[in-house]
C-alpha cells in the first residue's frame, strides 16, 4: 500500500487562503469517505482536524474545510494564521490488508 | 481530561524484543477500537495496528504483521504493542491513537486522541 500524495510544501501570507491535495485511488480516498487530516507541529503529537471527508471536530476552527472530488481530497485553510504553520497528513482508510494509508504530508509556511 | 500516555520505548538491539504500553484516561476506554501509529524520524505517519474495543479484532500493517502483537487490558485501561524481531526500519516515534467511532461496528473514519509517542532507537 502506497502512501497517498500530498504537495511537500505549500505557503500563503496571513489571511489567505490555501489548499492541500492529498491523491489516492479507488482502493482508498476514492473508494471510502473515511478521509481524515491531522495538523503536527514540531515535536508534537498529531491533531485530527477534519474527519469523513468534511467534518470538522468540536475546538476546531471554521477556517479548516475538507473536500473530495474522485480520488482526491483537499483540505483548505481559510484567513490563514500563524499559528497555522505545521505540517499537514491526510489518511484514508483502504481495502488493502494494510487498513490505513496516510499522506506523504506537507509543511505549511505562513510568509 | 481526556489523555493517552504511552512508555516503554527505549534503544534495542536488532533482532530483539520490546512491548510499548499505553495508558487511557478521562474516557470509557472499552467502548473504543484503539491503534498504534509511528513516525520515522524526519518522515512521515504510519499506522501500524489496530484493535477493536472489545479485543476480539486485530489488523496490521504488512510492514510488521507476524511481528508485533497489539493487545489490550480493559481492566487496566491500557494497550499494549509487542514488539518482536526488531529492525533497524522500526525506529520511529510509536504513538497510541483513539479511533473515533465509540463501539464501532465497521472501521475507524478517524483517530481523535493521541498520545505525546514514545520514541523506540533499534540499533547495536
Known amino acids: 500500500q502506497s502512501a497517498l500524495t500530498q504537495p511537500a510544501s505549500v505557503s500563503g501570507s496571513p489571511g489567505q487562503s490555501i489548499t492541500i491535495s492529498c491523491t489516492g485511488t479507488s482502493s482508498d480516498v476514492g473508494g471510502y469517505n473515511y478521509v481524515s487530516w491531522y495538523q503536527q507541529h514540531p515535536g508534537k503529537a498529531p491533531k485530527l482536524m477534519i474527519y469523513?471527508?468534511?467534518n470538522r471536530p468540536s475546538g476546531v476552527p471554521d477556517r479548516f474545510s475538507g473536500s473530495k472530488s474522485g480520488n482526491t481530497a483537499s483540505l483548505t485553510i481559510s484567513g490563514l494564521q500563524a499559528e497555522d504553520e505545521a505540517d499537514y497528513y491526510c489518511s484514508s482508510y483502504t481495502s488493502s490488508s494494510t487498513l490505513y494509508v496516510f499522506g506523504t504530508g506537507t509543511k505549511v509556511t505562513v510568509l | 481530561q481526556v489523555q493517552l500516555v504511552e512508555s516503554g520505548g527505549g534503544v534495542v538491539q536488532p533482532g530483539r524484543s520490546l512491548r510499548l504500553s499505553c495508558a487511557a484516561s478521562?474516557?470509557?476506554?472499552?467502548?473504543?477500537?484503539m491503534h498504534w501509529v509511528r513516525q520515522a524520524p524526519g518522515k512521515g505517519l504510519e499506522w501500524v495496528a489496530v484493535i477493536s474495543y472489545d479485543g476480539s479484532n486485530k489488523y496490521y500493517a504488512d510492514s510488521v504483521k507476524g511481528r508485533f502483537t497489539i493487545s489490550r487490558d480493559n481492566s487496566k485501561n491500557t494497550l499494549y504493542l509487542q514488539m518482536n524481531s526488531l529492525r533497524a526500519e522500526d525506529t520511529a516515534v510509536y504513538y497510541c491513537?483513539?479511533?473515533?467511532?465509540?463501539?464501532?461496528?465497521?472501521?475507524?473514519?478517524?483517530?481523535?486522541?493521541w498520545g505525546q509517542g514514545t520514541m523506540v532507537t533499534v540499533s547495536s
Open positions: 491513537a483513539r479511533g473515533r467511532v465509540v463501539v464501532a461496528a465497521g472501521p475507524d473514519d478517524a483517530f481523535d486522541i
Open positions: 469523513e471527508v468534511s
Open positions: 478521562g474516557f470509557t476506554f472499552s467502548s473504543y477500537a
